[in-house]
T-cell receptor, first 117, second 111 residues
Framework: ETGVTQTPRHLVMGMTNKKSLKCEQH?????MYWYKQSAKKPLELMFV???????ENNSVPSRFSPECPNSSHLFLHLHTLQPEDSALYLC????????????????FGPGTRLLVL | DAKTTQPPSMDCAEGRAANLPCNHS???????VYWYRQIHSQGPQYIIH???NNETNEMASLIITEDRKSSTLILPHATLRDTAVYYC????????????FGTGTRLQVFP
C-alpha cells in the first residue's frame, strides 16, 4: 500500500465511449503524474501537475485530457480512444517536483489496465 | 540526458544476495541514481536512491562507484517476492522530476 489509489483497476471501453480514470493520493504530496505503460515498452510520462498546475504535457494526443482539481486528486478523461491506447495507466505522486532529492521520490498507484475495443 | 544500461535479465537463488548492476557513464555531478522495481501488473515501487555515497535502507543497499559511472543494487537475502523488473534511473534535470524508465532488469528468484 503506497498511499496512492487508482480506480477503476480494469476498464474495457469502445472507441466511441467516454470514460475517466481517477487517482487519489493520501500522502499530502503536491505533485501528481500520469504514466502510460504499453506491453513490452518502458513507462512513458504523460502529464505532470504541481500544486494543481500542469507543468508538463509530453506530446500526448488530445483524446487524453487530464484534470487536477486539487493536490490530492488527478483524473484522466478519455474519449474516442484507439485500440493502440490499450495499456496500463499509472498515477504517481511526489512531495514536490523541485528541491532536495528525496522529496521528489515518486510513489505509484496500482494502475488501471485499459482495453480499447 | 544521462542514460543507464542494465542487463535484461538475471536469476538468483532464494536466500542469496541479488546484485543488480547499472552503468551510467554520462551521469552529471548533480544527478542522483534511483532504483525502482515493478512486480508484475503492479505500479513501480521506490527502492532507494543515492548521489555518491553508499546507501542502505530496509529494502536494499546501493553501492555507487567512486567515479559514479556505475552502481549496484544489492538485495541481501532475495525472496520469491523480489521477482520483478528492476529499473535504474538517473534523474534527468534538477528542476523537474521527470523519471525516464528504461527496460530494466528482470530478476527471477528461484527456490
Amino acid at each position: 500500500e503506497t498511499g496512492v489509489t487508482q480506480t477503476p483497476r480494469h476498464l474495457v471501453m469502445g472507441m466511441t465511449n467516454k470514460k475517466s480514470l481517477k487517482c487519489e493520493q493520501h500522502l499530502g504530496h503536491n505533485a501528481m503524474y500520469w504514466y502510460k505503460q504499453s506491453a513490452k515498452k518502458p513507462l512513458e510520462l504523460m502529464f505532470v501537475y504541481n500544486f494543481k498546475e500542469q507543468t508538463e504535457n509530453n506530446s500526448v494526443p488530445s483524446r487524453f485530457s487530464p484534470e487536477c482539481p486539487n493536490s490530492s486528486h488527478l483524473f484522466l478523461h478519455l474519449h474516442t480512444l484507439q485500440p493502440e491506447d490499450s495499456a496500463l495507466y499509472l498515477c504517481a505522486s511526489s512531495q514536490d517536483v523541485t528541491g532536495l532529492a528525496g522529496k521528489e521520490t515518486q510513489y505509484f498507484g496500482p494502475g488501471t489496465r485499459l482495453l480499447v475495443l | 540526458d544521462a542514460k543507464t544500461t542494465q542487463p535484461p535479465s538475471m536469476d538468483c537463488a532464494e536466500g542469496r544476495a541479488a546484485n543488480l548492476p547499472c552503468n551510467h557513464s554520462t551521469i552529471s555531478g548533480n544527478e542522483y541514481v534511483y532504483w525502482y522495481r515493478q512486480i508484475h501488473s503492479q505500479g513501480p515501487q521506490y527502492i532507494i536512491h543515492g548521489l555518491k555515497n553508499n546507501e542502505t535502507n530496509e529494502m536494499a543497499s546501493l553501492i555507487i562507484t567512486e567515479d559514479r559511472k556505475s552502481s549496484t543494487l544489492i538485495l541481501p537475502h532475495a525472496t520469491l517476492r523480489d521477482t520483478a523488473v528492476y529499473y535504474c534511473i538517473v534523474r534527468v534535470a534538477y528542476n523537474t522530476d521527470k523519471l525516464i524508465f528504461g527496460t530494466g532488469t528482470r530478476l527471477q528468484v528461484f527456490p
